[in-house]
């Protein structure tokens, strides 16, 4: 079920959470995450019910690069043909070798397992990107540097439908709508600040990468009420 959010959003849910694709007017594509496992017969089975080929994708563009967002990203290149877009600092995640430390140890060993049980090839970034650069998908995305969950992890935010993708930056389930939690967090004195940069965007739909269902304004009321909690 979708409901307050402009056409042409495509959830795609996996096991660990959800990634999106997001289609145009002229029929052009991008992949915003690629999931942990599972993820590709269903985007294939999308774009075909769609009427499109798989180079119709025109960008994979990443969060991050925790396993449960780069999963199938080998897959994904090689299936479409498409450059890979992501903040320079996740190509260490990307390549199964960021230097976790502190409590987010425990990430890096369950990616560890997960990299080996899913047989997990790295990919490298085609177009490292910035807060503020403008991307030409979509109708136009702009990357949100929202650091904190890791040190490269962005959101992305359509002028156009006033909605932010707000990546990992909070869950938001009916029955507990949350930050990460603090093993998967390796900056997490960066998140009170990427909390406060989303709130000055003021979208007027959020949609994150983990939720019960597509609704833009239900994840904007939680995600403020989330805020009014945990800001200092």
């Known amino acids: 079920m979708s409901k ?9 849910r996996g096991i660990m959470g959800v990634c999106h694709l997001l289609v145009d007017e002229r029929g052009e594509a991008v992949l915003l995450d690629t999931g942990l496992v599972g993820e590709p017969w269903q985007i ?8 499109l080929k798989s180079s119709a994708i025109k960008g994979i563009l990443l969060t991050h690069g925790h396993l449960d967002h780069v999963g199938n990203l080998a897959w994904a290149k090689r299936w479409s043909g498409a450059p890979v877009y992501a903040h320079p600092a996740e190509q260490a995640h990307i390549d199964g070798k960021s230097p976790y430390t502190g409590a987010a140890r425990w990430c890096g ?4 397992m997960g990299y080996a049980v899913l047989n997990y090839r790295p990919v490298r970034i ?4 910035a ?3 403008e991307l030409p998908f979509w109708g136009g995305l702009r990357v949100v540097h929202l650091p904190g969950h890791t040190e490269g992890h962005c959101g992305f935010y359509s002028e156009k439908h006033r909605l932010l993708f707000s990546g990992d930056l909070f869950a938001s389930y009916f029955f507990k709508v949350h930050l990460p939690p603090p093993i998967l967090n390796s900056r997490p004195e960066l998140i009170q600040g990427s909390l406060r ?5 003021d979208a007027q739909l959020i949609v994150p990468q983990h939720y019960d269902i597509l609704d833009g304004e239900l994840h904007r009321r939680r995600f403020h009420a989330l805020c009014a909690r945990k800001l200092k």
């Open 197 to 201: 940069k989303a709130l000055a965007l």
């Open 4 to 12: 307050n959010v402009p056409s042409g959003i495509h959830t795609i």
């Open 131 to 133: 807060d503020g650069d």
């Open 109 to 112: 060993r369950m990616e560890r």
């Open 44 to 51: 294939g089975l999308r774009m075909s019910r769609l009427g």
């Open 126 to 129: 085609d177009q490292c990107i």
